[in-house]
């Protein structure tokens, strides 16, 4: 979804970084061969990512939700050369695919995949991390917050993707709607913890970037 005019949006796109060719590969295969395409970040919030990271320069990166490994390459991006990224994902039979473009890139040693329930995987990773990523089911938002915030290193990052949910965080909620519902309680809950400092982003679907204090 975009909240800015098509004209506006486009002219941020072009005037931005140009999207890596392996990303655009990935993105033409998992649009030929992977159903719900959608989910992609996209060019413009994977250069946003890409960004973040390399600002960040993290030694280690926690990823929820890989879908077809185009956010976790954005993400790789800014790591420390002996940093390490931590991606979880629920499908396996998106396992392969993710890993043929890992191994394409330049950081396919420096990328490590979990496939199961993250609530049941994040407690088994015994470090802390100094980027995480949440793109994964909105239900369990809030729920991967709780597991991850002690994990966060001080001054460490957690991105959130789709905070704002297609506009629905403005509408009136329908009482069968768990996902808004979801949101909405997780933006609350970056809003209030005392524990981190949050600001929301109007990019795509919404992006929120929160910094442990």
Known sequence: MHFLPEKLDNYIVEHSEKEPELLQQLTRETYQKVLQPIMLSGPYQGRVLSMISKLI????????????????????????????????????????????????????????QHTGNALEIIPLLDMNFDLVFIDADKPNYSNYFHLIIDKLEPAGIIVSDNVLWHGKVVEQLNSKDQSTKAVLDYNTLLKTDDRIETVVLPIRDGLTISRKK
């Open 57 to 112: 320069q993290p030694k280690t990166i926690l990823e929820l939700g890989t879908f077809t490994g185009y956010s976790t390459l954005c993400l790789a991006e800014g790591l420390h050369v002996d940093g390490i990224i931590h991606t979880i994902d629920i499908n396996e039979e998106l396992v392969d695919f993710q890993r043929k473009y890992f191994n394409k890139s330049q950081y396919g040693h420096q990328i490590n």
